[in-house]
């Protein structure tokens, strides 16, 4: 099992970065440009064992995804887990915790494991370098939206 982990302060509220996490439209504003992302199922609203099933096209390849909402405890925590996926395995939390001065900190953990077993692993160098620019971005852009920046 590989991990990766990506960490943002933003100048907001708890409820409010949670909230933010909760509709689904914004995973398509917060993706970089390479990446469309189409949502499938359009009212989707994230409750715990509820789906989301997705499309994502990148370099002309697209795969679809169907995401289950493991866990919601708001405002802290929001875990997914992919059931359908181009990974053997895709677990993401993310948690989000007040900090002071009004400052939340925006924690991403992914664990995955790369498709194709011991092949898939020989590529964790390009996957972690893909993991760390997609988040990134959306680290960039999600501070952007809520700090009224963009």
């Not at 199922?41 to 995804?65: A, S």
């Amino acid at each position: 099992m590989k991990t990766y982990e990506k960490i943002s302060f933003i100048q907001c509220g708890v409820q409010e970065l949670f909230d933010f996490h909760l509709d689904v439209e914004n995973l398509q504003a917060i993706s970089p440009k390479d990446i469309k992302v189409t949502l499938l199922n359009k009212d989707f609203t994230p409750k715990e064992g509820e789906i989301l099933e997705l499309q994502t096209v990148k370099n002309f390849i697209p795969i679809k995804w169907e995401v289950k909402i493991q866990k919601l405890q708001s405002p802290n925590l929001l875990v997914d887990l992919a059931i359908k996926s181009p990974f053997s395995f895709w677990e993401h939390s993310h948690m989000f915790t007040q900090k002071e001065n009004g400052t939340c900190e925006l924690r991403d953990v992914v664990k995955y494991k790369p498709p194709f077993g011991i092949v898939g692993l020989m590529f964790n160098s390009i996957i972690k370098y893909e993991l760390a620019k997609m988040f990134d971005y959306r680290h960039k852009v999600t501070k952007e939206l809520l700090e009224g920046k963009k």
